[in-house]
């Protein structure tokens, strides 16, 4: 079934692309085996590109961005908007190679590409609306006016776990601001990534665009470590771990450059004792186990009023162990698995550490014994001091940690305690608690949700969160200026030169 997903995406065709590597080639340094999670078993193999790939690439899309930069933003919309067709078209396709190649269900497969169609709709729109101010300029004659310039090429780096859209949300928007992508994936999900990549590349080329769109496939120390230094980058956009966030911000800084830094998240709902429970626990659910937790807004913390902990709890475990695990691809699985050993062993490490720091399982906490790296959906109670270390961090799986509280500024400061501050969501019938979580004094996140989960957002919003989670916002609202450079002008049509301030110099 995979071949057939791969012919049917060109990836046969493509010289970096083994279908069936020897055992020889899965070991080459040059290589790497893209994995189906699902069976542990390889789906295909690809080159990596080295050095010289590099240095061609950047070259590449440098030269591409003076011409680019040119091109009026509605013509580049006019190239996004074909580019979008195109995903529709293939959204089947590339939804079930998103599925084969991380995991993902099928419904969140097809979502994932459902984002980058919509993000590209949204371009094209934006691509007649980069407006800048004007305002009055204190000196006669004068008019003050300021204008968004295309920056540049974006050196665009991505984690594993989105490999479509979040290259789609940064590549379409920076596209219709007159910006070339060079983008650097996952080494988890490289297929996707070449599928994706071509799909626009093509169209763009078609349409008379060569080199708007790149594409580099390599280890971090050649590839993505050499992006970040390389002052050719005006922008890094990069989504992963707060530890590769850290790194990149810093490399980036030291040069003057920007970076759009997404990161990780911690992210908590707050149950209140006035909360419609049943909404609530149908979103708990969604948003602790849908991605099996491998979502950066996946909801890790639930913070419960004391008085209804016992039984909201007792609702989730319920729904917790009648949910379907499975193959990502039959219509009735719900959860699919982990990306590799790797997460399924911090996994397990979290849920051990959890229990000698006085958690108490509620469900799950094993792993399934079949072929590839699922786990089960789990939940553990923090010891009444509400003290549990492990939850402060981030473990890329579903685990939920269950706190309880007495009153609203108390769950808020919970809310609140972790490094991270991406997703936050508050379940309660009451205008005043509402208004208060989403007040000064209220939730610390880029993201603040009233009866609504952590996860799921749409792309009209701009998408981030503070503190380690990097500051950056991408996707909708006005994202799109991170993609451009600001220039205020002044035109003077007198024939006197007036200084501003009311300055003499004669
Ligand atoms: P990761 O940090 O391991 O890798 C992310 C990307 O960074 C990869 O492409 C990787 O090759 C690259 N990278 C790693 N070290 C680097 C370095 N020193 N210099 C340059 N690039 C480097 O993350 P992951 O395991 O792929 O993804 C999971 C993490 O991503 C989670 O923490 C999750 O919360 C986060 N995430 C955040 C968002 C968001 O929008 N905030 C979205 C998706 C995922």
């Known amino acids: 079934m995979s071949h057939q997903v791969l012919r049917e995406l060109g990836l046969l065709e493509n010289p970096r692309v083994v279908a069936e590597p020897s055992a020889s080639l899965a070991k080459d340094p040059a290589y790497v085996v893209s994995e189906n999670p699902a069976t542990g078993k390889p789906i295909a193999a690809v080159r990596l590109d080295d050095a010289a790939a590099y240095e061609r690439c950047v070259t590449n899309a440098c030269d591409a961005f003076k011409k680019w930069r040119e091109v009026p933003a509605p013509e580049r919309g006019l190239v996004v908007r074909a580019i979008a067709e195109e995903f529709r078209r293939l959204k089947p396709l590339l939804g079930e190679l998103v599925s084969l190649e991380v995991g993902k269900i099928r419904q969140e497969g097809l979502g994932e590409v459902q984002e980058t169609i919509d993000i590209a709709d949204f371009a094209v729109g934006l691509s007649r609306q980069l407006y800048g101010m004007t305002m009055p300029s204190e000196r006669p004659r004068h008019r003050m006016y300021e204008q968004w310039l295309p920056l540049g090429p974006v050196g665009v780096i991505t984690a594993f776990n989105f490999p479509n859209a979040v290259w789609g949300w940064n590549a379409m928007l920076a596209a219709v601001c007159g910006d070339t992508t060079v983008w650097k994936p996952s080494l988890m999900a490289p297929l996707t990534a070449i599928a994706s990549n071509a799909i626009a590349d093509h169209v763009a080329t078609q349409m008379g665009h060569p080199g708007v769109f790149g594409l580099?496939?390599?280890?971090?120390?050649?590839?993505?470590?050499?992006?970040?230094?390389?002052?050719?980058?005006?922008?890094?956009?990069?989504?992963?771990?707060?530890?590769?966030?850290?790194?990149?911000?810093?490399?980036?800084?030291?040069?003057?450059?920007?970076?759009?830094?997404?990161?990780?998240?911690?992210?908590?709902?707050?149950?209140?004792?006035?909360?419609?429970?049943?909404?609530?626990?149908?979103?708990?659910?969604?948003?602790?186990?849908?991605?099996?937790?491998?979502?950066?807004?996946?909801?890790?913390?639930?913070?419960?009023?004391?008085?209804?902990?016992?039984?909201?709890?007792?609702?989730?475990a319920k729904a917790y162990t009648s949910i379907r695990i499975g193959d990502p691809l039959d219509e009735k699985t719900l959860v699919g698995p982990l990306i590799n050993a790797q997460a399924v062993a911090s996994f397990t490490h979290a849920v051990g550490l959890a229990k000698e720091q006085g958690g108490t399982l509620v469900v799950g906490g094993k792993r399934i014994e079949r072929e590839g790296f699922f786990v089960e959906p789990t939940i553990i109670r923090a010891p009444a001091n509400n003290t549990l270390p492990i939850a402060m961090e981030e473990t890329f799986a579903p685990i939920l940690y269950v706190f309880t509280f007495k009153d609203l500024d108390q769950a808020i400061a919970m809310n609140n305690s972790v490094a991270q501050g991406l997703s936050s969501a508050l379940f309660t019938d009451s205008i005043r608690t509402g208004e208060r979580f989403l007040s000064p004094a209220g939730s610390d996140c880029g993201i603040a949700n009233l009866n609504i989960g952590t996860s799921g957002a749409e792309i009209g919003g701009a998408f981030g969160g503070e503190k380690e989670t990097g500051g950056g916002r991408e996707s909708g609202s006005d994202s799109w200026k991170a993609y451009m450079r600001r220039q205020t002008c002044t035109i003077n049509y007198g024939s006197e030169l007036r200084l501003a301030q009311g300055i003499r110099f004669d």
Do not use: W, Y
């Not at 989504?239 to 040069?255: D, F, H, N, Q």
């Not at 992210?267 to 909404?279: E, G, R």
């Not at 937790?293 to 004391?306: A, F, P, S, Y």
């Open 216 to 316: 580099l496939i390599g280890a971090d120390n050649v590839i993505a470590e050499r992006m970040t230094k390389d002052p050719r980058f005006p922008l890094i956009s990069a989504t992963g771990s707060c530890r590769m966030g850290k790194i990149v911000g810093k490399v980036v800084a030291e040069r003057l450059g920007r970076s759009l830094l997404e990161l990780g998240g911690n992210n908590a709902v707050i149950v209140d004792k006035d909360a419609d429970q049943k909404l609530a626990a149908a979103a708990v659910v969604f948003a602790g186990v849908g991605t099996a937790g491998q979502r950066c807004t996946t909801t890790r913390r639930l913070i419960v009023h004391e008085s209804i902990a016992d039984a909201f709890v007792e609702r989730l």
